[in-house]
């Protein structure tokens, strides 16, 4: 039996800072650590120790430490933000999970800047636009999209942004853009599908680059930066 994991922040109403790598959560006003992983019970058992209480991880009592979760063995991580204006950045997941990120309302920020396993970003639907940037150094420039191996999945409102920055890639990369999906350009084989996405931001790299628009999305508006080299756009 598969082990899953909730991290559930949706009661918070703070505008709180987080960040996930393959193995920890961090941030989103916790104060605690916990260790989560099945290897203690076998599959299909939670088995979740700590070395502080584990009461109120999403507390706002008396800070012993930035909270953090350690997590391993996990097929689905599930994690819900609050709804203030959350900051959030994927370093990295593991490759044999799938992972999903789901926004509060707010005016949220994703910074994707690798992936090994399947990740899934889904956006609220209110009348506040959120921002998801992919990139290895994002939110500043000079990123490339060779760390995103694991399939990334935006799901938006219908009014969020996507930007997709490979402008510090020194290497020659060709890449394919359809209405609901960007492959290449350095990227795992699955590269990046999305949905709901008003703006649609992509940055190619620092030398020649090979970028194939095969169809857009009717309710998208999408801007290329060719960049330096001698790039070929069709």
Do not use: C, W
């Amino acid at each position: 039996e598969a082990d899953s994991l909730n991290v559930d922040d949706t009661a918070d109403t703070l505008g709180n800072t987080g960040s996930l790598t393959a193995t920890r959560i961090s941030g989103l006003g916790m104060t605690q650590p916990v260790t989560y992983s099945n290897d203690v019970y076998g599959p299909g058992r939670s088995a979740v120790s700590s070395s502080l209480p584990l009461a109120r991880p999403f507390g706002r009592g008396p800070t012993r430490g930035e909270g953090v979760i350690h997590y391993s063995q996990i097929a689905n991580l599930t994690i819900g933000l609050g709804s203030g204006d959350e900051t959030f950045t994927v370093r990295d997941t593991q490759a044999d999970t799938t992972t999903t990120i789901t926004a509060g309302f707010g005016a949220n920020s994703f910074f994707v800047r690798g992936t090994s396993g399947t990740t899934i970003i889904k956006t609220a639907s209110d009348d506040l636009t959120d921002t998801i940037v992919l990139g290895s150094r994002s939110p500043g420039p000079g990123s490339m999209l060779n760390r995103i191996r694991g399939a990334v999945e935006v799901v938006g409102s219908g009014i969020d942004d996507v930007v997709v920055d490979d402008s510090g890639d020194r290497n020659t990369r060709a890449g394919t853009l359809t209405a609901s999906s960007l492959l290449g350009l350095g990227m795992g084989p699955s590269g990046l599908t999305y949905s709901g996405i008003s703006r649609f931001d992509i940055s190619l790299g620092a030398v020649n680059d090979f970028l194939h628009i095969m169809e857009t999305h009717q309710r998208t508006a999408y801007t290329v930066a060719a960049n330096a080299g001698d790039d070929t756009i069709t």
